[in-house]
T-cell receptor, first 118, second 114 residues
Framework: AQSVAQPEDQVNVAEGNPLTVKCTYSVSGNPYLFWYVQYPNRGLQFLLKYITGDNLVKGSYGFEAEFNKSQTSFHLKKPSALVSDSALYFCAVRDPEGDAGNNRKLIWGLGTSLAVNP | DAEITQSPRHKITETGRQVTLACHQTWNHNNMFWYRQDLGHGLRLIHYSYGVQDTNKGEVSDGYSVSRSNTEDLPLTLESAASSQTSVYFC?????????????FGEGSRLTVL
């Protein structure tokens, strides 16, 4: 069955240090991968996506993610964390065996809470 | 600017009552989705629509219904509210095509069923 795993419920990092939020997936076919961020009491916001091409994709707020097909991973990274990056982060994959056409639903991870300490 | 709005943002109701959560988007997106977010469960898809008059059940659709009479709106109705439906509900929309995974979310509606 298709699935997305975020193995860490919480990640703590000091401000200024690099951060990594992990995501692994299990889908058939070529996955489309996404990262979203949710600030407290807000809706989710799109950060970045991998569809095809360069394995390193850059997104909003200085975040980037690396697609690794052999490890079936799509880890979110940032070279220098900010306190304002503290939020809940969701990884998602588009199900390639979903509905017909281009309207395929997302499979979501359970989220990772990132805390950046001053 | 285009946006997606949900109302009400907070609602308290009693078991057995019918509740409708509104979702309105001005992106002119064909795809619209309703999710619920609960601790330990992440986001779970309730219903979704790929266009006017199209509605589909998600993974947790029991006790919920939607209708799509125009592009802009996808109201979510709880026919007879239950305490298990206490949750935060998010509406989202997206374009068709390869950008389908780029969802635009509303700010959420927090529902408490007593």
């Amino acid at each position: 069955a298709q699935s997305v795993a975020q193995p860490e419920d919480q990640v703590n990092v000091a401000e200024g240090n690099p951060l990594t939020v992990k995501c692994t997936y299990s889908v058939s076919g070529n996955p489309y991968l996404f990262w979203y961020v949710q600030y407290p009491n807000r809706g989710l916001q799109f950060l970045l996506k991998y569809i095809t091409g360069d394995n390193l994709v850059k997104g909003s707020y200085g975040f980037e993610a690396e697609f690794n097909k052999s490890q079936t991973s799509f880890h979110l990274k940032k070279p220098s964390a900010l306190v304002s990056d503290s939020a809940l982060y969701f990884c998602a994959v588009r199900d390639p065996e979903g509905d017909a056409g281009n309207n395929r639903k997302l499979i979501w991870g359970l989220g990772t809470s990132l805390a950046v300490n001053p | 600017d285009a946006e997606i709005t949900q109302s009400p943002r907070h609602k308290i109701t009693e078991t057995g009552r019918q509740v409708t959560l509104a979702c309105h988007q001005t992106w002119n997106h064909n795809n619209m989705f309703w999710y619920r977010q609960d601790l330990g469960h992440g986001l779970r898809l309730i219903h979704y629509s790929y266009g006017v008059q199209d509605t589909n059940k998600g993974e947790v659709s029991d006790g919920y219904s939607v209708s799509r009479s125009n592009t802009e709106d996808l109201p979510l109705t709880l026919e007879s509210a239950a305490s298990s439906q206490t949750s935060v509900y998010f509406c989202a929309s997206s374009r068709t095509g390869l950008n389908t995974g780029e969802l635009f979310f509303g700010e959420g509606s927090r529902l408490t069923v007593l």
